[in-house]
Nanobody
Framework: QVPLVESGGGLVQPGGSVRLSCAAS??????MGWYRQAPGAQRELVAT???????NYADSAKGRFLISRDNVKNTVYLQMNSLKPEDTAVYYC?????????WGQGTQVTVSS
């Protein structure tokens, strides 16, 4: 088990910013990332970052979101800027161990005026 604890969600206005954090229990030297699930939609990839910092973004996130990680703090971050109402979703942190993917409990981000 790899406990993952997300934080940082909430209500934000369109055009605003929010930063999500995901703290892993113990040293995590694997790919970590973020998925999201909007109401009535399938869960989708937002961004991932490998242990050495190689990033991958969904097209919807490119240019607006930035994923980063701090291996000393065992934490991965998702800085989301220029938020749109369609970014409203539950955001889930993942740790991809290859054969197993661990998921956090999710944090709600609502973009609304």
């Amino acid at each position: 088990q790899v406990p993952l604890v997300e934080s940082g969600g909430g209500l934000v206005q369109p055009g605003g910013s929010v930063r999500l954090s995901c703290a892993a229990s113990g040293r995590i030297r694997v790919t970590m990332g973020w998925y999201r699930q909007a109401p009535g939609a399938q869960r989708e990839l937002v961004a991932t970052v490998t242990n050495v910092g190689i990033t991958n973004y969904a097209d919807s996130a490119k240019g607006r979101f930035l994923i980063s990680r701090d291996n000393v703090k065992n934490t991965v971050y998702l800085q989301m800027n220029s938020l749109k109402p369609e970014d409203t979703a539950v955001y889930y942190c993942i740790a991809d161990l290859g054969t197993t993917v661990y998921w956090g409990q999710g944090t709600q981000v609502t973009v609304s005026s």
